[in-house]
C-alpha cells in the first residue's frame, strides 16, 4: 500500500488493519478444514440478528467494513468472499456486535452454480454487498453478543 494512501486513511481504520490482515489470515487457515468445523464459529444456524444499531456502533461497523476489504488487496493468499465474511464476524464479535453472515447461490453466465457469502451488522452491510443482489439466500449464520448497549436497542424495538 502507498504511505500517501495509509496517511489518508482515518486513524480508527488505520488502527484496525493489521488485525484485519491478520483475520485475514486466520480465516483462510480455518477454511481448510471441514465446513461443519468452520462455520461453528460463526453463530447460529437460521438466525438472523436485529436490524438496528446505535450510532456509535455504525461507526465502528464502518470502520471495520472498510478495514477489512482495504487488507484483502494485500493478502498473498486469496481473500475470497467467504474469507473477508469470516474476517468480519471475527472483528465484529472482538468488539461485541451483532453480526449475520449469509451464504447464497446462483448460476453465472456460463450456467454453473456460483456462490457468495456476505456479512452484515445492524443496517449495514459490512462485507460482499455489491454482489450479494446476484444471489439468493440459502443460508444464514447470526450471532448476537449480550451488551448493555444491545439490550436497550431490542427493547426499544419492542416498545
Known sequence: MRVQRLLLLTPEVS???????????WARFHQLRSFEDYS???GIRM???PWQCDPQQEK???HISHAVELASRY???RSSCLVQASAAMTLLGRRKLDCTLYLGTAKNAAGRLAAHAWVR???I????EREMGAFTVV?????RTVTATNTQMANKGHS
Open 60 to 62: 465502528s461497523i464502518r
Open 121 to 123: 451488522s445492524g443496517p
Open 125 to 128: 452491510y459490512v462485507t460482499g
Open 40 to 42: 461453528g464459529r460463526w
Open 47 to 49: 438466525e438472523e440478528t
Open 75 to 77: 493478502t498473498p493468499w
Open 15 to 25: 488502527r484496525l488493519l493489521p488485525e484485519a490482515w491478520l483475520a485475514l489470515g
Open 139 to 143: 443460508g444464514l449464520f447470526g450471532r
